[in-house]
């Protein structure tokens, strides 16, 4: 029986593979399909170098495609073509745009010597290199599970970073430059290092988080040592806004750990509570900082400021933006026959999605929206499918990261927020940004591989031993007793260092990681254990009169707090997430 499911899920997965090597050979002709149209739009022949470009694009995508074969043979099939196709469309348009340049400011040497296409290249083969090093080298997601601090420290030395740095990009502190090296973005990586982080902070804390607090107003608010996670951020951030002058990198610093705050515990009042801290602490930077709240002018009144540019952090590139959109109409002016030169520099950053807007229209637009939201989409349903809170975490964490830089830039175009000045993910020009996102997708793939192995080959739990499933740190759990008596005080943390898969709380097997067995000091070793989910909350001690009917639940799982119960909750022994791989 188990090697008949077991070769049953390796046909799946095979036929997986096949999907993905189709979609990859489709996205590859549609984006070299661009390329032609835009020249022959542009010069009336075919673009130079169309042959040499089209191999090499097309090797690199064949030995992606193998490494995802044969070291991450249960992955989605949809995320490498998804985000190869992103990638080569962003090709074309820096290629089509570095033309228009040259044609529209031939006095202008920066245009004629450093045009953005070659380089780009350049960084989706160094880009794409190093997604296939993780795939390859990483045997599984859990390995970034034991250095979560280690990231942490590192974002915030990169996040801290551009403060001390002389480079200064249009009165935004974003940049760092080395002697001898080309400058980068340091807060892309960021973006990285701090989901793995965040993602291994709140699967140790989640019991702690959501236990419930004060009503105010009928909502239940986090009691005070526990918001303090919450206001460290929320000061991070606020001071990345305040020294660094960098909107949209603290927008989603913050927005990413409200969102996952709210995956691992399920509490509107995080949301609400994240919301309003947000709101707060932008408005008074917003009226004290000048460059902030440059930005905040030329979003209220963009005509205003249309002619002439006043400042660099007030210009007419919002007015210039929306009138390009507005131009495109429902089909757009076709390849290569807008005017993408007006809105200047910014065309190849965070602009360059105006030119899809005139050149492809709406309908182009929608396009480009929906293949953002089916990456994402992939991304979630990865989470939805893995078995521990980790992984869990990490892919919907990764999903919410992109899925928040796609709002700050397409809003910050079209009118709907403020300019950020951040880079459009895959499609934008500049190496940090691309080999950021590069290595976002090779997660959620090593992700997707884990997620594949428990739908299609249940048999196969994974690729190597794991290591222990603990909080941040790696500490060693599985032969820590339980606490006598059980949990102590109110809620499922009996006291110092119980977390999930701390003390108190061993693993079960590795055959079932989704388990944990809990039994206190002097219990007998052959009878039952009590087994739990490693993500869920631990069920209610033993009543003292006996068994007692069970209590009606509220939304979500959380019964109504009793303030006679010393020993939990009696919240229910389930997952958050659902378990169903095929949801």
Not at 374 to 391: E, K, Y
Not at 449 to 468: F, H, I, K, W
Request: positive net charge; charged residues 15%.
């Amino acid at each position: 029986m188990q090697s008949t499911a077991r070769g049953e899920g390796r046909r799946l997965a095979a036929r997986h593979r096949n999907i993905e090597l189709g979609l990859l050979a489709l996205a590859v002709a549609v984006c070299l399909a661009g390329h032609i149209d835009a020249s022959l739009a542009l010069t009336g022949k075919l673009p130079s170098g169309l042959l040499v470009h089209g191999l090499s694009l097309g090797a690199l995508v064949a030995v992606a495609h193998l490494a995802v074969r044969r070291f991450a043979p249960y992955a989605d099939p949809l995320i490498l073509p998804l985000g190869v196709f992103l990638t080569g469309f962003g090709l074309m348009l820096l290629d089509r745009l570095d033309f228009s340049y040259k044609a529209a400011h031939p006095g202008k040497g920066d245009y004629q010597k450093l045009p953005a296409a070659p380089s780009q290249m350049m960084w989706v083969f160094i880009s794409v290199a190093a997604a296939i090093a993780l795939i390859v080298f990483v045997k599984h997601h859990r390995f970034f599970q034991r250095y979560v601090y280690v990231m942490m420290a590192g974002a915030l030395v990169l996040l801290t970073a551009p403060v001390f740095s002389p480079t200064d990009s249009f009165g935004a502190k974003r940049w760092i430059k080395l002697p001898g090296l080309p400058s980068f973005e340091p807060d892309e990586f960021v973006k990285v290092a701090i989901t793995i982080f965040f993602a291994g902070y709140l699967m140790a804390n989640r019991d702690a988080l959501a236990l419930a607090g004060r009503k105010v107003w009928g909502m239940t608010l986090p009691r005070g040592r526990h918001a303090g996670p919450v206001l460290a951020i929320w000061a991070v951030s606020l001071l990345v806004l305040i020294f660094e002058r960098d909107l949209g990198t603290s927008l989603i610093f913050f927005g990413l750990f409200i969102v996952m705050l709210y995956v691992a515990t399920e509490r509107t009042s995080w949301v609400v509570l994240g919301l309003l801290m947000a709101v707060g602490g932008a408005t008074v930077v917003g009226t004290l900082e000048p460059h902030v709240h440059g930005r905040v002018e030329a979003w209220l009144h963009p005509l205003d400021y249309y002619k002439p540019v006043h400042d660099p952090a007030i210009s007419e590139q919002p007015a210039e933006a929306l009138f390009s959109l507005g131009t495109g109409h429902i089909t757009g002016t076709g390849l290569g026959s807008g005017r993408p030169w007006l809105i200047g520099f910014a065309g190849r950053s965070d602009f360059i999605f105006t030119t899809i807007g005139e050149e492809l229209g709406l309908a182009g637009v929608t396009a480009v929206l929906l293949v953002y939201v089916l990456l994402i989409q992939r991304g979630l349903r990865t989470a939805i499918g893995l078995t521990d809170p980790f992984g869990k975490l990490l892919a919907a964490g990764l999903s919410a990261a992109l899925a928040l830089q796609i709002f700050v830039v397409v809003g910050g175009v079209s009118g709907l927020v403020p300019l950020t000045g951040k880079a459009l993910p895959f499609l934008a020009a500049g190496g940090s940004s691309l080999l950021a996102n590069w290595l976002m997708v090779a997660l959620l793939i090593k992700l997707s591989d884990s997620s594949g192995r428990t739908a299609l080959d249940p048999v196969q739990t994974s690729p190597e031993p794991l290591p222990a499933q603990t909080g941040p740190g790696d500490r060693p759990a599985a032969t820590d007793p339980a606490p006598p008596g059980g949990s102590q005080g109110r809620g499922p943390n009996p006291g110092p260092g119980h977390t999930l898969g701390g003390p108190g709380r061993p693993l079960a097997p590795e055959s079932d990681p989704s388990a944990q067995t809990t039994a206190g000091p002097g219990a007998d070793p052959g009878a039952a254990t009590e087994l739990r989910p490693a993500f869920g909350r631990p069920p209610a001690a033993p009543h003292p009169a006996g068994p007692q009917p069970p209590a009606p639940q509220a939304s979500y799982g959380y019964p109504p707090v009793n303030e006679q119960h010393t020993q939990g909750y009696g919240l229910p022994p389930q997952s958050p997430f659902p378990s169903n791989p095929s949801a």
